[in-house]
Nanobody, 124 residues
Framework: QVQVVESGGGLVQAGGSLTLSCTAS????????MGWFRQVPGKEREVVSC????????YYTDSVKGRFTISRDNAKKTLYLQMTSLKPEDTAMYYC?????????????????WGQGTQVTVSS
């Protein structure tokens, strides 16, 4: 049984930093592309950042480029998202997901295993 579990969310002031973590079990972690997504109530879930199974390719949505860094430790089966210079508009539920397809422009529908999410709230 595949389990994907996010952690590290919380409340932070604008300009602050947070690091999200995601562990995945029940799958061969380094066979999967991994991604971070976020969603606010009433809006579609959007891609934030993704990383290829080998870690040698990454994707960032424009709004987080230069502020967020995605990384993975395949030995620990763990995915990370370092978030700096946080803005109130980064407030959302953040989800981790695993998928077997890699595209230069990742699609949410390519990711098949999802966690329950961790809330990030950035106060102004």
């Amino acid at each position: 049984q595949v389990q994907v579990v996010e952690s590290g969310g919380g409340l932070v002031q604008a300009g602050g930093s947070l690091t999200l973590s995601c562990t995945a079990s029940g799958l061969t972690f380094d066979d999967y592309a991994m991604g971070w997504f976020r969603q606010v109530p009433g809006k579609e879930r959007e891609v934030v950042s993704c990383i290829k199974w080998s870690g040698d390719s990454t994707y960032y949505t424009d709004s987080v480029k230069g502020r967020f860094t995605i990384s993975r430790d395949n030995a620990k089966k763990t995915l990370y998202l370092q978030m700096t210079s946080l803005k109130p508009e980064d407030t959302a539920m953040y989800y981790c997901a695993a998928g077997v397809t890699w595209r230069s422009l990742p699609l949410k529908d390519d990711f098949i295993y999802w966690g329950q999410g961790t809330q990030v709230t950035v106060s102004s």
